[in-house]
Antibody, heavy 118, light 107 residues
Framework: QVQLVQSGAEVKKPGSSVKVSCKAS????????IIWVRQAPGQGLEWMGG????????NYAQKFQGRVTITADKSTSTAYMELSSLRSEDTAVYYCARETTGRGYSLWGQGTLVTVSS | DIQMTQSPSTLSASVGDRVTITCRASQSVSSWLAWYQQKPGKAPKLLIY???SLESGVPSRFSGSGSGTEFTLTISSLQPDDFATYYC?????????FGQGTRLEIK
């Protein structure tokens, strides 16, 4: 059974960076797109960007360009999302999700709460 | 970027009702449209992919239709477990977009 397991909750100061991991266990990792989605408290889902590990090239939502970096380590089946220059508005639950090609995103991590507070 | 607009934002309904949620894209996404259900504190759950294909394990009371720019999610007979928030998502372009969500609440 394939699972995506994310790293634990983080509390960060404004201006700092956070790096969240997403480890795939029990199945294929490299061939499928991994995306990162965030959800601020009481708000909707917001796509941040994604990567297909076998190609190693990420694409990002325009809103996060220059602030987010998505990478993948095929050797450990782990994807990473790093967000820099954090501000209070970045307080949110961050999810990773894996596509089954053409069939939407059926596999989701459990979410990682990132709190940005001075 | 492709914008996705869902309606209504909130829907009040009773157990047994048939409900429909609409999602409109600002430009054609062909059939690359998915629907998700989300409950508080949980990750989204895929219900429908490619506009009308039912994800494995999802009850058949859920159905999707549409192509191009107009899509619908229909729940044929609401069950207590269905009260949640629903999101559409286009995955046609290199840039993914979600609708703003429809909260389905008990009347």
């Amino acid at each position: 059974q394939v699972q995506l397991v994310q790293s634990g909750a983080e509390v960060k100061k404004p201006g700092s960076s956070v790096k969240v991991s997403c480890k795939a266990s029990g199945g294929t990792f490299s061939s499928y797109a991994i995306i990162w989605v965030r959800q601020a408290p009481g708000q909707g889902l917001e796509w941040m960007g994604g990567i297909i590990p076998i190609f190693a090239t990420a694409n990002y939502a325009q809103k996060f360009q220059g602030r987010v970096t998505i990478t993948a380590d095929k050797s450990t089946s782990t994807a990473y999302m790093e967000l820099s220059s954090l501000r209070s508005e970045d307080t949110a639950v961050y999810y990773c999700a894996r596509e089954t090609t053409g069939r939407g995103y059926s596999l989701w991590g459990q979410g990682t709460l990132v709190t940005v507070s001075s | 970027d492709i914008q996705m607009t869902q309606s209504p934002s909130t829907l009040s309904a009773s157990v047994g009702d048939r409900v429909t949620i609409t999602c409109r894209a600002s430009q054609s996404v062909s059939s690359w449209l998915a629907w998700y259900q989300q409950k508080p504190g949980k990750a989204p759950k895929l219900l429908i992919y490619k506009a009308s294909s039912l994800e494995s394990g999802v009850p058949s009371r859920f159905s999707g239709s549409g192509s191009g720019t107009e899509f619908t999610l229909t729940i044929s007979s609401l069950q207590p477990d269905d009260f949640a928030t629903y999101y559409c998502q286009q995955y046609n372009s290199y840039s993914i977009t979600f609708g703003q969500g429809t909260r389905l609440e008990i009347k």
